[in-house]
């Protein structure tokens, strides 16, 4: 069982700069691969980025890509994500997801999901 808890959202003008956090609980979040992922106010929830278990692979969204970088602190059993020059359209809730299959980008993949927390980026 892990227990996923997601801070560090906010308010931020377009062309700032956020990082969220993801603290987890349990003994083994060093077994698994973590995912972020936003939704929007009517629409689905959709993948961001994806960091394998030990770190040494990430993988992002066409979207994120050159803007936010996902990293983790296993000592810490913590997972970030950086992101730099957010734009309006990256509002949303983001959540913070665990895996033990690697780095997916289905929803459906994963098996422990946070509450997550509320990103608004103005123009």
């Known amino acids: 069982q892990v227990q996923l808890v997601e801070s560090g959202g906010g308010l931020v003008q377009a062309g700032g700069s956020l990082r969220i956090s993801c603290a987890a609980s349990?003994?083994?979040?060093?077994?698994?691969?973590m995912g972020w992922f936003r939704q929007a106010p009517g629409k689905e929830r959709e993948f961001a980025a994806a960091?394998?278990?030990?770190?040494?692979?990430?993988y992002y969204a066409n979207s994120v890509q050159g803007r936010f970088t996902i990293s983790r602190a296993n000592a810490k059993n913590t997972v970030y994500l950086q992101m730099n020059s957010l734009k309006p359209e990256d509002t949303a809730v983001y959540y913070c997801?665990?895996?033990?299959?690697?780095?997916?980008?289905?929803?459906?993949?994963?098996?422990?999901w946070g509450q997550g927390t509320q990103v608004t980026v103005s123009s």
């Open positions: 997801a665990a895996n033990l299959q690697g780095i997916v980008v289905s929803t459906s993949s994963y098996d422990y």
């Open positions: 349990g003994r083994t979040f060093s077994s698994y691969a």
């Open positions: 960091i394998s278990a030990g770190g040494g692979s990430v």
